[in-house]
């Protein structure tokens, strides 16, 4: 059974940064993507990036564009999603997610959510003003 566990989310200041990370378990196939998602309570999920472990291709909402970096070391089977430039807007509980289908490369169409389907228990960031 897949078991994803996410880290890193604090309490950072605007303007700061912090890094996620996503430690994948309990499988054995060497394709997959891993997408960061996220979540204001009482608010729908919404993606932020995926990345596919087989090419290293990634793909960026627009509203991190430019400020998060997705990242894998695929022998730890770690996913990181460095955030910077760090907003009150990025404040959200932040789930990893695995679509073992693994299509590569990545692109918009990889950040929907319907597509994954093993899911983390999230890790929570938020961000002061």
């Known amino acids: 059974e897949v078991r994803l566990v996410e880290s890193g989310g604090d309490l950072v200041q605007a303007g700061g940064s912090l890094r996620l990370s996503c430690e994948a378990s309990?499988?054995?196939?060497?394709?997959?993507?891993i997408g960061w998602f996220r979540q204001v309570p009482g608010k729908e999920r919404t993606a932020v990036s995926c990345i596919s472990v087989s090419d290293g291709s990634t793909f960026y909402a627009d509203s991190v564009k430019g400020r998060f970096t997705i990242s894998s070391d695929k022998a730890l089977k770690t996913v990181y999603l460095e955030m910077n430039g760090l907003n009150p807007e990025d404040t959200a509980v932040y789930y990893c997610?695995?679509?073992?289908?693994?299509?590569?490369?990545?692109?918009?169409?990889?950040?929907?959510?319907?597509?994954?389907?093993?899911w983390g228990q999230g890790t929570r960031v938020i961000v002061s003003s």
């Open positions: 997610a695995m679509d073992i289908q693994g299509y590569y490369p990545v692109d918009a169409e990889s950040l929907d959510a319907e597509r994954y389907d093993s």
């Open positions: 309990g499988f054995s196939w060497p394709d997959y993507v």
